[in-house]
Nanobody
Framework: QVQLVESGGGLVQAGGSLRLSCAAS????????MSWYRQAPGKQRELVAS???????NHVDSVKGRFTISRDNAKNTVYLQMNSLKPEDTAVYYCKAAIWAPQVSPHYMDYWGKGTLVTVSS
C-alpha cells in the first residue's frame, strides 16, 4: 500500500547534470528521513545523501559540492540534483524513506524504490 517510485535517470556525458525524483504514494500519514543510495556494478549499495523531515541534510564526501538532496513534504517527494557528473557516479540510484502508514504498520517502516539507472559516459 506504500510505494516509492524513482524517475529522472538516464545517460549523460561527464560534466553534465541530472535531477532524480522519488515520489511516495499510498496511505501515508508521515514521512521521517528520506535518503538516496546507489549501487554500482559489482559494488555494495552505498548511502549518497539523506535529509530529515525538517530539512537537515548530509552528503557523502564523494558527492559534496556536486549533489544536493532536497524534499517537498507536500508532495511526499525527495530529489537529488546531480551536477558535474563523473563516470564513477554510474550506478542504479535508489531512494529510501521511513514512512508511517498505520494501515500497514503502527510503526515507521523503511521503504525502498526499485531504482533508476544513471550512466555517465566519459
Amino acid at each position: 500500500q506504500v510505494q516509492l517510485v524513482e524517475s529522472g535517470g538516464g545517460l549523460v556525458q561527464a560534466g553534465g547534470s541530472l535531477r532524480l525524483s522519488c515520489a511516495a504514494s499510498g496511505s501515508i500519514l508521515s514521512i521521517a528521513g528520506m535518503s538516496w543510495y546507489r549501487q554500482a556494478p559489482g559494488k555494495q549499495r552505498e548511502l549518497v545523501a539523506s535529509i530529515t523531515s525538517s530539512g537537515s541534510t548530509n552528503h557523502v564526501d564523494s558527492v559534496k559540492g556536486r549533489f544536493t538532496i532536497s524534499r517537498d513534504n507536500a508532495k511526499n517527494t525527495v530529489y537529488l540534483q546531480m551536477n558535474s557528473l563523473k563516470p564513477e557516479d554510474t550506478a542504479v540510484y535508489y531512494c529510501k524513506a521511513a514512512i508511517w502508514a498505520p494501515q500497514v504498520s503502527p510503526h515507521y517502516m523503511d521503504y525502498w524504490g526499485k531504482g533508476t539507472l544513471v550512466t555517465v559516459s566519459s
